[in-house]
């Protein structure tokens, strides 16, 4: 129990110390979104004054961020200047569609890594082994954004894939059935962008570590003693296996969750990608921070999570903490 | 043995590739801002050696591309004429290294000019646009790893070295950076700087923010090892000889560091070119008049491109041999930083 607080509070920490500095670089930008209205002739000086007052950008520092926090706790998460309404609703539905990408891609992609990586790693040395790290290799050296672009020429030219978006013009209208479809066909290729761009890391990281385990003594022990080759695989090497695996799991959200934004902007998917940029283009400052603070919340609770994992799957953490 | 000839030959793929990107002046026929309004998108012209009437030329020749009857933007070989290509041609004159102004270019044609890469919307030559692109993409890369590791490696020496409250203080921060997934930390530290700026700007600001993004990682690999570095025999003895901090950093900790800095750099290049890219690709790195192999394909952005124009992706498959070479070369680094992995 006392493991969970100490990861929970640390969790909360971090989220708070991200808040600060996003906060503190604020006061370190130039411009803001104020500046660029006041060369709209169209608006009088007292005008976009009010609003500044209205939106506390004259205050210093320690009070805004007060009263952000305070909004924070409201759910607001602060206001954005370009639409006119606070933060949190605008940026949920984006986080909604940016998880159903990221979360249906780390599924796949350790669903492919941990079967092709456990069996490359026992079938070592083989001819299928070496094929399938060059084929890694070759998927590792191919840049994000020329995958996703390559991806999306292939959208554009096959005619078999929708280019951009999440639904068709028509979803409202379609069944049930027709609209999972389409949505469907609308992940398709996003989803294979982003599990292709992770894939070789994850199998060679699953290939190291059974591979390790596999050589260790104690397994040889227990192949000594008579222990069929499955029942040793599974019950004796990837349990040994598991430990490294599963910090990588909390490292692998964080390479999606980036890797998300890219495509995301690349094939036009309604997600945090684009709605980041158009905010950092338009100066909506709290947008950004929410944003920010958002991905740091995915990536601190998916680190959670493998915290919690791992106790469950390492008893030498349990005895670390229970004594 | 054979771990170290790999690292020589990856090594020199690297080397043979920057100098083709440093040299770029060379080796790109013409000056990559050098406009031909009169042939916007022309597609890659083929390099010939058998003409339309099966003769065979020793000299490589290329067709010239004239419109298409009824077409606005097709374009067709003209076989009725011939363009040689010439070597050590002279052309565009350019700076060699920065410093020597020469006009030498490695091949180019009489009085008509050659797309090997095809040509953008403003009729630049892209070949000429991916070699001097190449120049913003890696030194952006190399110097931002620079900053990176110049950071990364004071903030872990200091941190590893010292211990105490500057440890805890250090590290803290360093969980900090490392809690954001990168990309969103980019755009954030991105966002809180200036939008209209020149390339040259644009390139330090890129440099910049890469640095502040990247430096936990490498800090707290060097605190590690400083850590470890400081408890060994000939480090007390130095100090008992009371030798100060600084020079036993310098002199007996900091030399132990190297070989994980260089797997850093080896490491860090392609991922930050891959930032640099990026960023300008999304329109927040480089701006346009200045090529960089992010705005290179951020043509592609635009649907009708995306149709029409499939050249303009061959940028993104030229570069694989650069992330290629940077990969190869950091697996074995790392294979050599764990010696008892070598024959697996």
Do not use: C
Not at chain 1, 37 to 64: F, G, S
Not at chain 1, 262 to 288: C, H, K, N, Q, T
Not at chain 2, 47 to 56: E, K, N, S
């Amino acid at each position: 129990m006392r493991y969970f607080l100490r990861r929970l509070v640390h969790a909360v920490f971090l989220l708070v110390g991200v808040s600060v500095l996003a906060f503190v670089f604020t006061v370190l930008a130039p411009g803001n979104y104020f500046d660029e209205m006041r060369l709209n002739p169209q608006i009088a000086p007292e005008t976009i004054d009010a609003l500044r007052t209205q939106y506390e950008v004259n205050r210093p520092l320690p009070i805004r961020y007060a009263h952000w926090v305070g909004s924070v706790l409201r759910g607001d998460m602060g206001f954005s200047f370009a639409y006119n309404s606070p933060v949190a609703p605008l940026l949920l539905v984006r986080a909604r569609n940016t998880l159903l990408l990221t979360v249906t891609a780390m599924l796949l992609s350790w669903g492919l890594a941990l079967p092709v990586g456990i069996w490359s790693a026992v079938h070592q040395g083989r001819m299928s082994d070496r094929l399938l790290s060059w084929g890694t290799a070759a998927l590792m050296v191919i840049p994000d954004l020329a995958l996703a672009l390559g991806f999306l020429i292939l959208a554009v030219k096959s005619g078999w894939f929708p280019t951009g978006g999440m639904v068709s013009l028509h979803f409202e209208d379609l069944s049930f059935l027709g609209r999972v479809r389409d949505l469907l066909l609308h992940m398709a290729l996003p989803t294979a962008a982003l599990v292709l761009s992770v894939l070789p890391l994850l199998v060679r990281h699953v290939r190291a570590a059974v591979s390790e385990v596999l050589d260790a003594p104690f397994l040889l022990a227990a192949e000594g003693h008579g222990i069929p080759p499955r029942t040793l695989l599974y019950r004796y090497a990837l349990p040994a296996a598991a430990n490294p695996l599963i910090s990588l799991f909390g490292f692998s959200i964080g390479t999606l969750l980036s890797g998300s934004l890219l495509v995301e902007v690349v094939m036009s998917w309604p997600g945090l990608g684009p709605f980041l940029l158009e905010a950092i283009l338009a100066r909506d400052l709290y947008v950004v921070i929410g944003g920010v603070l958002l991905s740091t919340f995915f990536l601190v609770g998916g680190n959670f999570l493998a915290d919690l994992l791992l106790y469950w799957a390492d008893p030498r953490i349990r005895t670390e903490t229970s004594s | 043995m054979r771990g170290r000839r790999a690292i020589s030959n990856w090594v020199l793929l690297l080397l043979a590739l920057h100098a083709i990107v440093i040299l770029a002046g060379f080796f790109a026929p013409y000056d990559p801002a050098e406009q031909d309004r009169k042939s916007p998108y022309l597609p890659p012209m083929q390099i010939h050696f058998v003409d339309a009437q099966r003769h065979f030329h020793a000299r490589p020749f290329v067709y010239p591309l004239r419109l298409r009857e009824g077409a606005f933007d097709q374009y067709e070989e003209n076989t009725a004429r011939h363009l040689p290509l010439r070597f050590f041609v002279q052309g565009a004159r350019y700076q060699l290294l920065g410093l020597v102004p020469i006009r030498m270019h490695l091949f180019g044609a009489e009085n008509e000019r050659v797309y090997l890469l095809g040509s953008d919307s403003y009729g630049r030559d892209q070949l000429s646009r991916f070699l001097y692109g190449g120049q913003v993409s890696l030194f952006a890369g190399l110097l931002g790893a620079g900053m990176t590791l110049l950071l990364g490696s004071s903030v872990g020496a200091i941190a590893g070295y010292y211990g105490g409250w500057r440890d805890d203080l250090l590290m803290r921060l360093a969980e900090l950076f490392l809690a954001l997934p990168w990309l969103y930390l980019l755009f954030a530290l991105r966002a809180f700087l200036p939008l209209a700026v020149n390339p040259l700007q644009a390139f330090f600001l890129i440099i910049a923010v890469l640095g502040a993004v990247g430096w936990a990682r490498p800090a707290r690999l060097v605190r590690g090892v400083v850590m470890s570095a400081k408890e060994r025999d000939f480090v007390r003895a130095a100090r008992g000889f009371g030798a100060t901090g600084g020079y036993l950093l310098r002199r007996h900790i900091l030399p132990q560091t190297l070989s994980v800095l260089f797997t850093q750099v080896a490491i860090l290049v392609p991922q930050f070119v891959l930032a640099e890219m990026t960023l300008s690709f999304l329109g927040l790195g480089v701006p346009d008049p200045v090529p960089s192999w992010g705005n290179l394909l951020s043509s592609l952005q635009q649907y009708s491109v995306l149709v029409s124009y499939w050249w303009m992706y061959l940028p993104a498959l030229i570069m694989v041999p650069f992330f290629l070479g940077y990969l190869g070369l950091g697996s074995r680094l790392q294979e050599q930083g764990e010696p008892y992995k070598i024959g697996k």
